[in-house]
């Protein structure tokens, strides 16, 4: 742009040189000419103007040598460069890579053409690697984790922006803060008009990784009473611990607890009294963290066996001195087993082939179970017979178990009673008489009596007979006898 106080400016060629014409000026007189011109943003150099004056034809100018004026100015290229850094995340965990964009804006008014970088990386950031968007960037490591460095082939005019990526692993050891400091500078000859956006920060927060210790409950053998299995987990942030508690058949329980600094933490379940129960559980603790600090954490699976119980089975047969009809009892009492269920079965054995069973249904756990049976008073056999008792189980949760009891048999018991007796105390010689004379078996036995009768010798013309009552098994016929005494047999009963 250009204007004057006076006359008419106008350009020749180009913009760069111009004609003012049309001046009448008076001795002491002058006239002025204004350009406004922008300064390309890629200038180098100085800039310098020329201004030449020509008199007209026919007059001559006595001083020549003020013709011509030269105005010449150094350029110096002014930007005001301003740097972010973000790498997208306020927390970062340690052993994971972590990307950082690293953006250079060109805030004018003059193009930089290169620049010079410095990256003040974390200590926790491992093999950092940059890659420019634009340009080239050629870090040089001058300090223990200060990267600087120039990045060339640029041409960022004003209102530009360039990025550089710079990527690395975090140390799986780190902790504390993990802050990347950034410093940008123009190139020798520019003037950074604004220092103040020259620097940037990013700090993330590295969580303290957790270590969850659980301690499970030992190896368990069922007994007579309940079990419980249990864990406990130490541990020092906020958040919760899920307790999971997996076992046989699809089992699975699970408890959390909340997590509110130093402490242990426990989990616990009793086992049901009813269903199988053994096998083998398996525990986990997973730390779910409630804040940015610490780093979520499982603790290795620890498992605890439950295994079956083989209760005691105790077993008491009498009599002590049993025979034919006697009745035998075997009383068997079931101690130390988990809420046990099933059956005991009681079986009788002896001589040719005597067998007896009984099954007694356990519905009540632990307790007293019996089984009686009486033999047979007149085919019973003498010797050694055999009482055992087998707690056959209902479950998983209890072994069988068997108990054994002797039991001798004698040979038959039976207490005879005999009794004899004529109706009357006084007799009449000539006359006729009858006794009656009454064996009894009072048991228990089924045997064969004999029955001697010695009867007085005044007794002429004697006979007999023999009335059987129900179990008598034989008998003389009716008969006579001479004086001196006869026998009958007779079995159990009278006769």
Same mark, same amino acid.
């Given at each position: 742009m250009a204007f004057g106080s006076v006359g008419t400016l106008d350009p020749v060629g180009d913009v760069n040189s111009w004609l003012w014409s049309g001046l009448s000026l008076a001795s002491g007189q002058s006239a002025f000419a204004t350009f406004i011109y922008s300064i390309d943003p890629n200038a180098t150099g100085p800039l310098t103007v020329t201004s030449t004056v020509i008199a007209p034809a026919g007059t001559t100018d006595p001083t020549p040598i003020n013709d011509s004026f030269t105005d010449s100015d150094t350029v110096t #290229?002014?930007?005001?460069?301003?740097?972010? /850094?973000?790498?997208?995340?306020?927390?970062?965990? #340690?052993?994971?890579?972590?990307?950082?964009? /690293?953006?250079?804006?060109?805030?004018?008014p003059s193009t930089v053409s290169s620049l010079t970088l410095t990256d003040s990386i974390p200590a926790a950031l491992l093999n950092p690697n940059f890659t420019p968007s634009a340009g080239a960037y050629i870090s040089t490591q001058v300090g223990p984790n200060t990267y600087t460095g120039v990045w060339s082939g640029l041409s960022l005019a004003s209102g530009q922006s360039v990025t550089l990526t710079l990527t690395g692993t975090i140390d799986p050891n780190a902790t504390g803060l993990l802050t990347n400091i950034v410093t940008v500078a123009p190139p020798a000859g520019t003037t950074d008009t604004n220092s103040a956006n020259d620097t940037a920060t990013d700090t993330d927060t590295i969580p303290v990784a957790t270590t969850l210790a659980t301690t499970a409950s030992p190896n368990v053998t069922l007994s007579n009473s309940s079990v419980t299995l249990s864990d406990s987990a130490t541990l020092n942030p906020t958040g919760n611990i899920v307790f999971t508690l997996s076992g046989p058949g699809g089992f699975s329980f699970t408890e959390t607890d909340t997590v509110n600094g130093d402490g242990t933490y426990d989990a616990s379940l009793t086992l049901p009294t009813t269903g199988t129960v053994v096998g083998t559980y398996s525990w986990t603790a997973i730390y779910t963290p409630g804040d940015a600090n610490n780093l979520g954490s499982s603790a290795p699976t620890e498992q605890t066996v439950v295994s079956p119980v083989t209760p005691s089975l105790a077993s008491a047969a009498s009599p002590s001195g049993a025979f034919a009809g006697s009745t035998l009892t075997d009383v068997a009492t079931l101690t130390g087993g988990y809420f046990p269920t099933g059956s005991i079965v009681f079986t009788l054995t002896g001589p040719n082939g005597f067998s007896f069973t009984q099954t007694d249904a356990v519905s009540s756990g632990n307790g007293t179970y019996s089984a009686a049976t009486t033999l047979d008073p007149s085919g019973t056999i003498p010797g050694t017979y055999l009482w055992t008792a087998q707690y056959l189980p209902g479950d998983g949760n209890n072994n069988a178990v068997v108990a054994a009891q002797i039991v001798t048999v004698g040979g038959p018991q039976a207490d005879?009673?005999?009794?004899?007796?004529?109706?009357?105390?006084?007799?009449?010689?000539?006359?006729?008489?009858?006794?009656?004379?009454?064996v009894t078996n009072n048991g228990p036995s089924m045997v064969d009596a004999l029955v001697t009768d010695s009867f007085p010798a005044d007794f002429t013309n004697v006979s007999w007979f023999v009335l059987l009552n129900p179990g008598a098994i034989s008998a003389s016929p009716p008969g006579s006898f001479g004086q001196g005494a006869t026998t009958a047999a007779a079995g159990s009963g009278a006769g």
């Open positions: #290229p002014q930007s005001d460069l301003a740097v972010a /850094i973000d790498d997208g995340t306020t927390i970062v965990v #340690p052993g994971t890579s972590n990307t950082y964009t /690293i953006t250079v804006t060109n805030n004018g005879l009673a005999v009794t004899v007796d004529d109706g009357k105390t006084t007799v009449t010689p000539g006359s006729s008489n009858t006794y009656t004379i009454t």
